[in-house]
Structure formats: structure tokens, C-alpha cells
């Protein structure tokens, strides 16, 4: 098939394609991009294979630079872009069930595209949008099927990642996986522990943030996969628990909101020991813990002038909203009154400090003069203390005799 147009991403990565086959060399347009062209959907990086090897491609263009040259791809600089373009290649055994021991470069489309993973994911685009279409992708895109290029159990032992990104295509494409792929997944789902955690993080997270997480969320459980991943070993009543949990057409807002939410289904108490474990960084650990906090907070009581001062507008709604996902009653007008009820939204914007006590009222450092400071934050977030220089140092006076 051919697109009527080439969306504007191609149109305007297409100098690049029509430079290298000016020089002798086929070049086409490769991978998830064409996919989402032909669904109609945003498209992010254009990427490109070629005929050309690297050091070929590179005589081309006058800049590109070497971003992954062994694996055959050349970042070239060109009309103000930045495109990726990587020479045809077959590969050699998988040695960690991730990464194949060497690549040889080929000059064969076919050969490439059939190392890809999904069908869905191995068109090639040509400049003049006609669609390479080697393994019946077409009729999966129209039959909304994520189906394995060629044996299934040969894409998943090669790189058992691949397992974790079937599952999340399916949760943002909405799209069933085929008998003999799942079948596969399974299988293999025992080499995920073979996969460094922030990859299989990475693809987890793009699935509880996809439009269709419940989708792809089953999709893991049925296939057997979270007894693979970090702490989630005969956690499969748990995880079905936030299946239930929330109306069919919830949609998870950030990143911090989805782990929250698993957080709370497997009912952890402390959720930094178990974001540990999937190695993501000290500030989204804090934010969950955060959020998880004022969710369950939300539980017990109504929201006040403390619980928004302390937890932040924007957390706040991030928790109502995991109720209102819930069924359960929410108020977003209360955070928005309460927040904008605050003379103050951070210690940092008091007028006054200890420095300035001590100087001012002779006040000493230690334990007495930072409870102090605590009163002084307390009283300006309750509304009771003016946050002014002249008001703070008569509420200290009075304190102090």
C-alpha cells in the first residue's frame, strides 16, 4: 500500500533518505514511527535504515557523529535535524538474552526487518510512501494483533525484553496478543530476571501510564511475568486488585501516580525499600512515598491547610484523582481553596530565619530556637501569624516570656 502523504516528520527527514540514494545506497524509513503513521497517531523519532554501512553513511553527510557506529548507527546532522540512521544488519547469538554477541552488516532489507520484534513494528517506508510490508503487519494493524516476526520463542530467547514491550504495546495500542506470542511469553517469561530492572522498569512504567493499562496489566498477569520482576513474586492477587479497583476508563496521569497506585494494590507500607529494588532515583521515590501518604490520608479525613502546605497542590489532586478513578468522593475545589488560602507554600518564602532571631531577639541555636521556627511555620500556614518581619518577632516575644 502506498500513504496518500508522508506525514511532515518524514517530509522533513526526506533530504536525508534522498541524499543517501543519490549516492547508490537504499535508505527507507523504519520501525515504530511507520506504524504510528499508519495509525494515525503523534509520531516521535523518525529512524532510518540503510544499505549504506557506517563509515559509507558518514562520508555522505558532513556531520554526524558516532553514537553507535559497532551496532551500525550514525546520528547525521542535517537541516537543522538530528536523525538516526543505521545500516541494515543481521545478528549473532544473544549471549544475555538482551544483546547479540556482534552484528554483521548486510546489504538486505529483508534480512534487517526480520530480526524485529513485532509485526507491527518491522514496515520500512519508502520516499515515495509506499509501504514494505514483509510479514503481513498490514493485516495485524487492521486486525488490532501484536504478532511475533516469525518464531515467537526465537524473538523472546533472543531478547526477553521483548516480552515486557509486547505487553506494552498492547496497553498503549489496544491491541490483543496473538495465541502462539503469548504462548511464547510465557514460556520465556523467566528470562525477564536475565534483564537489567531499569529496562524492565522503563517498559512497566510506559505500561501503567498507557492509555489501556488495565489491557496490558492482565496481559502480565496472565502471562505469569510479575513473578519475574522486582518484588512482585505471588503478587498476582494484588495486582488483580487494581484491575478491579478502578473504572474501565481510568487513565493513569504521570509516572508517580501509576506507582502509587501499585503501591497502594499491594498494600506496602513503606514504598522506598520497594522502588529501591526497581533502582529508580531518590526524588520519584519521595514523590510516591508522598502521594501514597496523602492518599491515605484522604482515607481517614478532609483536607487542611497542613496536608496542602505539606504534600503540594499538584499531589493532592494527583491523590483525589486515584479516587475519583475509584468511584470513591472527591472535592478538587476544597484544594484549590485551601491552596490558595496559604500566605505562604515553602519555609523558604518566611521573612524571617533563626540567623535573624538570633541577631534580633538574642535568641541561642539549638533545639528550643528550631521548635520556634516550627510554631512560626505552623501559625503562618494555619492563617493565625502574618508572614511579616515586625509580626514574627512580636509572636516570638510573646513565646519568650
Not at 533472543?158 to 496473538?178: K, P, Q
Request: glycine fraction near 4%.
Amino acid at each position: 500500500m502506498r500513504l496518500k502523504e508522508l506525514p511532515s516528520e518524514f517530509q522533513e527527514a526526506l533530504p536525508v533518505l534522498e541524499k543517501i540514494k543519490a549516492a547508490g545506497f537504499e535508505a527507507y524509513f523504519v520501525g515504530g514511527s511507520v506504524r504510528d503513521a499508519l495509525l494515525k497517531r503523534p509520531i516521535h523519532d523518525v529512524d532510518i535504515a540503510t544499505s549504506s554501512y557506517p563509515q559509507e553513511t558518514k562520508a555522505i553527510f558532513e556531520r554526524t557523529v558516532d553514537i553507535g557506529i559497532e551496532h551500525g548507527t550514525v546520528l547525521v546532522l542535517e537541516n537543522g535535524g538530528e536523525y538516526e540512521v543505521t545500516t541494515f544488519r543481521t545478528e549473532d547469538v544473544y549471549v544475555d538474552y538482551r544483546r547479540p554477541k556482534s552484528v554483521s552488516f548486510v546489504r538486505s532489507l529483508e534480512e534487517d526487518l526480520k530480526r524485529r520484534d513485532f509485526t507491527v513494528n518491522a514496515f520500512a517506508l519508502a520516499e515515495d510512501a509506499q509501504v514494505i510490508d514483509l510479514f503481513d503487519g498490514l493485516a495485524d494493524l487492521e486486525n488490532q494483533v501484536l504478532r511475533a516476526v516469525g518464531k515467537a520463542e526465537e524473538r523472546f530467547s533472543e531478547d526477553a525484553l521483548r516480552i515486557m514491550r509486547g505487553l506494552r504495546f498492547s496497553a498503549s495500542l489496544d491491541f490483543a496478543i496473538e495465541d502462539q506470542t503469548f504462548a511464547a511469553m510465557k514460556t520465556y517469561a523467566p528470562l525477564l530476571e536475565k534483564i537489567s530492572v531499569e529496562r524492565s522498569f522503563i517498559e512497566f512504567d510506559k505500561l501503567l501510564t498507557a492509555p489501556h493499562w488495565q489491557q496490558g496489566l492482565a496481559a502480565l498477569i496472565d502471562a505469569g511475568v510479575y513473578d519475574y520482576l522486582p518484588d512482585l513474586r505471588n503478587k498476582s492477587q494484588q495486582l488483580a486488585s487494581m484491575l478491579e479497583d478502578y473504572a474501565d476508563d481510568f487513565v493513569i496521569a504521570t509516572s508517580e501516580q501509576a506507582w502509587s497506585a501499585l503501591c497502594l494494590a499491594l498494600k506496602i507500607r513503606d514504598c522506598k525499600p520497594f522502588l529501591k529494588k526497581w533502582k529508580t532515583p531518590s526524588h520519584f521515590q519521595k514523590t510516591v512515598t508522598d502521594l501514597v501518604a496523602i492518599y491515605r490520608h484522604r482515607l481517614q479525613a478532609s483536607h487542611n491547610k497542613q496536608t496542602i502546605y505539606r504534600y503540594g497542590k499538584e499531589l493532592a489532586e494527583l491523590a483525589e484523582n486515584l479516587r475519583q478513578g475509584q468511584g470513591l468522593a472527591v472535592d478538587f475545589d476544597l484544594i484549590s481553596q485551601l491552596d490558595a488560602s496559604l500566605l505562604i507554600h515553602d519555609k523558604k518564602e518566611i521573612v524571617v530565619n533563626g540567623c535573624l532571631l538570633m541577631k534580633d531577639l538574642g535568641l541561642k541555636p539549638g533545639p528550643t530556637l528550631g521548635q520556634l521556627l516550627n510554631q512560626i511555620e505552623a501559625a503562618i500556614v494555619e492563617g493565625d501569624l502574618a508572614n511579616q518581619q515586625e509580626a514574627i518577632l512580636d509572636f516570638v516575644r510573646d513565646r519568650s516570656k
